[in-house]
C-alpha cells in the first residue's frame, strides 16, 4: 500500500495538471467526496465551491447518480456509437430532444465540451455543402471576444481569450470577431438600457458584409464564464438569434456552463425562447460524474446529413467513447433528479441567499464588483472598491484569495482578477454561509497583508 507522501510525490511528478504551473503546483490530492465536500488524502475537507471546475450540479457522491452507474456496469460499460447503438443511450438521446428547445432532438454525442464544439463547427461547415440550397463560400465562423469554447485547436479557434491561446495563434483558423457584447465597455453617450440593441447593431453591420462566408455564429449564451462570467444585456441573445436567422447564419450555443439550470432554468437560451440551430452540451449533463457533452440540431440539419453511403453525405466524426452508456447512465439519472425535485424551479432561494453575500462582498474596499445570474456568481477584485482599478497581475490577487480559502477549508479556483463562486445546487443554506464568510475573510486577510507589506 503506497503511502500518502508516495501519492503526493506521484500526483506532483508524474501527473502532468491541466492549466497548472507545475514549477509552482503545491498537491492537493482528493481521495473521496460527499455532497459539497471534497476530502484529501490526509483527511482534510474542503467546500467546493466551483463544483469541480463548474461541472458537479447536485454534489458528490450521489446515491441515485452512483446507483445508476453501478447498475449500468452490469449490463455493458461501453459500445460504441459507430454504426450501433446502446439502450441507456438511445433513452438519454429521447430524454435530451424531449427537454432541448424548440424542434431540436437529433444528438450526437461526445465526451468533452471542447470536442463537442468542434463537432458543431464541422457540422454546420458540412451542412452548407450539403444543404438544399448549398453555399460552400460558408466557410468562415464569428465569434465573440473574450469567448472560450475550450482547447483543442478548432474550440480554440473560436475563442477570444488572449491568454489562455495566444501562444497557438500560428496554428488558429481565421475568426470573424465581434467585441464581446460587455455593457461596460460601452461608449460615452450610449446607456445600459441600449446596451442589447448597440451591440446588436455592430452585429448586423458585420452580417450585412460578411453573411455569405460566415457559416455559424457560435456563442456562450448570457453569459460568457471564462471571461470571468460576463453577462451580456437582456435582449441580446434573442436579437442575435433574429439576426442569425435574418442572414442565414447557423446559431451554436455552447451551453457547456449554463446548461442543466445554473441559471434559473434549464437552458440559458430559455431565459429568451431561443432555439439555436445547434445546442452543445456538457459538463453538468452527468451532473458532473462521467464525461459526456452532445451537441444537438433540428431535423433541416439533420436531413442534409443523409443519403446512401456513396454519397458521402454522413458526418464526418467521431470519438471513440462519444456517448459512452455509463455516463449516458449518470445523464438520466441526473435528469431525473432535476425533474423530480424540481431543482431548478426551486433555486430561487438559494440563489437569494447567494446575492446577499454578494452584497455584502460587494461592500468591502478591495470588491470592484460582483455578477450573478442563478447559481452563478463573480466577484472582481480590485484595488479601491466600485473602481475598476485592477491590482497589477504580479499580484495575482485572487489566486492569494483562493490560497487563503483554500487554507480555511473552501476550494475556489480564480479566472484573473475573478472569484468565480459556483458551488453545486445541492449546497445548503448553513454551507453556504460558510462559503460566503470564507471567502470574505479571505479577501480581508490577503488585502489586510497587502497593506501591511506596502
Ligand atoms: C463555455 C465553455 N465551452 C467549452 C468548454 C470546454 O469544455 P471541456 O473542458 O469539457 O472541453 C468550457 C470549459 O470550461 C466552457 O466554459
Known amino acids: 500500500m503506497p503511502t500518502n507522501s508516495e501519492i503526493t510525490h506521484w500526483d506532483h511528478h508524474h501527473h502532468w495538471h491541466a492549466f497548472t504551473q507545475m514549477a509552482e503546483y503545491g498537491p492537493l490530492v482528493i481521495e473521496r467526496a460527499e455532497g459539497v465536500w471534497l476530502y484529501d488524502i490526509e483527511g ?14 447536485l454534489g458528490h457522491g450521489h446515491p441515485r447518480i452512483n446507483e445508476a452507474i453501478r447498475q449500468q456496469l452490469d449490463s455493458v460499460a461501453h459500445s460504441t456509437s459507430l454504426g450501433m447503438g446502446n439502450r441507456t443511450t438511445a433513452l438519454l438521446a429521447k430524454r435530451l430532444a424531449d427537454i432541448a428547445p424548440g424542434d431540436l432532438q437529433h444528438v450526437f454525442f461526445c465526451s468533452d465540451g471542447s470536442s463537442v464544439n ?169 451532473g458532473g460524474y462521467l464525461p459526456l457533452s452532445a451537441a444537438i440540431t433540428h ?22 467513447y462519444g456517448g459512452n452508456p455509463l455516463a449516458a447512465a449518470a445523464a438520466l439519472a441526473t435528469i431525473d433528479l432535476l425533474e423530480e425535485g424540481q431543482v431548478v424551479e426551486k433555486i430561487g432561494e438559494r440563489a437569494g441567499q447567494l446575492g446577499s453575500w454578494l452584497d455584502r462582498l460587494a461592500a468591502h474596499p478591495h470588491v470592484g464588483a460582483t455578477r450573478q445570474h442563478g447559481m452563478i456568481a463573480a466577484v472582481e477584485l480590485t484595488t479601491t472598491q466600485g473602481e475598476e482599478e485592477p491590482f497589477p497581475p504580479e499580484v495575482r490577487i485572487a489566486y492569494r484569495v483562493c490560497r487563503e480559502a483554500l487554507r480555511r477549508g473552501v476550494w475556489l479556483r480564480p479566472l484573473g482578477d475573478v472569484l468565480v463562486i459556483m458551488p453545486p445546487l445541492s449546497i445548503t443554506v448553513d454551507e453556504l454561509d460558510l462559503l460566503g464568510d470564507t471567502l470574505l475573510q479571505s479577501i480581508d486577510t490577503v488585502t489586510a497583508e497587502m497593506s501591511a507589506d506596502a
Open 118 to 286: 468542434e463537432v458543431a463547427l464541422k457540422m454546420a461547415f458540412q451542412y452548407w455543402r450539403q444543404c438544399e440550397e448549398p453555399r460552400p463560400q460558408k466557410t468562415k465562423y464569428l465569434a465573440l471576444g473574450q469567448a472560450y469554447h475550450g482547447d483543442t485547436l478548432g474550440s480554440a479557434s473560436v475563442g477570444g481569450i488572449a491568454r489562455f491561446h495566444e501562444i497557438f495563434e500560428p496554428l488558429l483558423f481565421d475568426v470573424v470577431r465581434l467585441p464581446a457584447p460587455d455593457p461596460r465597455t460601452l461608449p460615452v453617450g450610449v446607456d445600459k438600457p441600449q446596451a442589447a440593441e448597440y451591440f446588436l447593431a455592430q452585429l448586423e453591420a458585420v452580417l450585412v458584409e460578411r453573411h455569405e462566408e460566415i457559416a455559424a455564429f457560435i456563442l456562450e449564451p448570457l453569459i460568457q464564464g471564462a471571461a470571468g462570467m460576463l453577462f451580456h444585456p437582456a435582449g441580446y441573445l434573442h436579437g442575435v438569434r433574429e439576426l442569425t436567422t435574418k442572414y442565414h447564419v447557423l446559431l451554436i450555443a455552447d451551453e457547456i456552463v449554463t446548461g442543466f439550470g445554473r441559471t434559473g432554468k434549464m437552458f440559458a437560451c430559455d431565459h429568451e425562447d431561443v432555439v439555436p440551430d445547434i445546442l452543445c452540451l456538457g459538463k453538468s449533463i452527468t
Open 299 to 320: 431535423p433541416e440539419i439533420y436531413n442534409a446529413f443523409l443519403g446512401d453511403a456513396a454519397s458521402g453525405r454522413a458526418f464526418h466524426h467521431g470519438h471513440t
Open 44 to 57: 482534510n475537507r474542503y467546500l467546493d465551491g466551483v463544483s469541480s471546475l463548474w461541472c458537479n450540479l
